[in-house]
């Protein structure tokens, strides 16, 4: 806070632009935070929470309903593969905390009590609130709150980039599959087991190798141990595909949507999980089966019908194929990013490029200037005319998934031009 002393203000936006109060156009290259799926002003979405604004803004979803939220569950449904029922929250720390809870509490439902423990990967990354913190570990972000957090099993990651030495990416993949399932075997106290789906994104977008995901679902169906997902970074179409379970033949027990659920416009997730699971939860009203969660604004009308808009126009304007045409945009320019003598790594799929900063290419050392990497690379972007976020050394393209070729080739120039022109202050 102390190096930021003014933030600029964004009064309006339209498109992949964000223009502030001084007139400065920016163009979002981390979709508002990884969330913004049309760009912004979108007539289509606006519209939608104009009417439903005029109708019902919000009404609980305690003892009652709503129709766009009764509508949004069976559209969630209809497009998740082996799910059956969706649990509404107001943003992805909830929805993982839900899916968290919703995994313990079901072997208690049936009966099972010594399953308690949590399984998860290093270096995960599944919101800010305590249990997310807990099995989404980034020592960085939490380290602080680590005595307060519930323990969970960690299993290494393979990071093409950084593997161990004399390592091949795929021998290690199989040392780190080897690992769990021996832990797996050897205890039946392990409940669930989670993880990101198809990348971890927060901590350092590191996506896994072919297999990895599809084998530990293997693994967790095996041995008994419910697998939950977080789709909330990744699905959608982030990474070129609408859910990358189902990209990665892995369907879950559980999963959690958020972000680009109502197109990045209101703030709304949701956990969905499969029958077994639900079919759990019912019992007489003194058998106390039930899921004791609920948060004010679970199922928010308003927010459910831009969400419902939004799945709609992912049909309408073929958006993932078109992401997966746009996309090529990246591999235009991997040449000449990985030139550039601050570059130690290009990583890419779909509308998300991580490219890792290093001082030195050989010995991969990470960058690590005396001021805030992030506010360098966002004051060196804006002069460019763009809002970039980094994250620890890895600079994040995340834009809005339906950008244009234009407007991505424009993206990736003058990130170019940004790493460069920081170059000098941050080694
Ligand atoms: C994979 C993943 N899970 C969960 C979250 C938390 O979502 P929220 O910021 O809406 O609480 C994030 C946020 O970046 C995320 O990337």
Known sequence: MKEWDKFSEIKSAKGV?????????????????????????????????????????????FNLTNEPAERLAKNLVKISPGMH????????????EIAIKVALQYWKNIGEK???QIATVENGYHGDTFGA?????VPQFFGKFKKQL?????????NKYRLPKKFTLSDYQNQCLENIEKRFSKSNTIAAFVMESGAQVAGGVIIYPKEFQKKISKLCK?????????????????????????????????VAYGKMLTGGYLTMAATLTNKKIYDSFLGEFNDWQHLFHGHTYTGNPIAAAVANENLKMYQKYSLIKRIQRTSRVFEKFYQEISEIDIVGDIRHRGMLMGIELVTNKKKKTPIHPKKSINKIFF???????????????????????????????????????????ARSQVV
């Open 133 to 137: 913190m807990s099995v989404g570990y």
């Open 85 to 96: 029922r969706v649990f509404y929250s107001d943003n992805g720390s909830s929805a993982m």
């Open 379 to 421: 004051e060196e972007g804006k002069k460019q005319g763009i809002y970039l976020r980094t994250l620890g050394n890895i600079v994040m393209l995340v834009p809005p998934l339906a950008i244009s070729e234009k407007e991505l080739d424009l993206l990736l120039i003058r990130t170019i031009k940004t790493i460069k022109s």
């Open 17 to 61: 632009w964000l223009t502030d109060s001084k007139g400065n156009k920016m163009l979002d290259a981390v979709a508002s935070m990884w969330c913004n799926v049309w760009g912004h002003s979108n007539p289509e979405l606006v519209k939608s929470i104009t009417n439903q604004s005029k109708k019902l803004q919000h009404s609980s979803l």
């Open 222 to 254: 095996k041995y008994n141990v419910l697998f939950v997902l977080d789709e909330i970074a990744t699905g959608f179409g982030r990474l070129g595909s609408m859910l990358q379970y189902e990209e990665q033949k892995s369907i879950p027990d559980i």
């Open 114 to 116: 010594k399953k308690i």
């Open 150 to 158: 519930f323990s969970t099993i960690q299993f290494p990651v393979p």
